[in-house]
């Protein structure tokens, strides 16, 4: 089963344990677990309307671009606004990376065939 599909079926059975927690549960229950179910409800829902996008943006920042963005929105997910300077320094990485990516196509040494002495 692809990650799509495990997405919907873990959709489908957070939203049925939502319904039921909020139908049928204690007061407790209702306080304490409801409003996280429902918050990882969402998010698996926003998940899946934007896995296609998703996909392609990954496919387009291969490697530790990626992984250096993936690291910054977790920041500020997680951690707000005291996570500036994390992403700060995973913007700043990115930029250094893409623009050493850049003088590495353009080196003229690249361009030149390499021949057996």
Do not use: H
Not at 90 to 114: C, D, Y
């Amino acid at each position: 089963m692809d990650v799509k599909k495990r997405c919907s079926v873990a959709l489908c059975l957070f939203a049925a344990i939502c319904v039921g927690l909020w139908l049928l549960g204690s007061k407790e229950a209702k306080d304490g677990a409801l409003p996280i179910l429902i918050r990882v409800t969402i998010f698996l829902g926003l998940f899946r309307l934007a896995y296609d996008d998703l996909l392609k943006i990954l496919n387009y920042l291969k490697g530790p671009r990626a992984i250096l963005l993936g690291i910054a929105l977790i920041g500020i997910v997680a951690f707000g606004k005291a996570a500036l300077p994390l992403v700060g320094i995973s913007i700043g990485m990115v930029v250094l990376l893409t623009v050493f990516n850049i003088f590495q196509r353009n080196s003229p040494n690249q361009n030149k065939k390499k021949t057996r002495s």
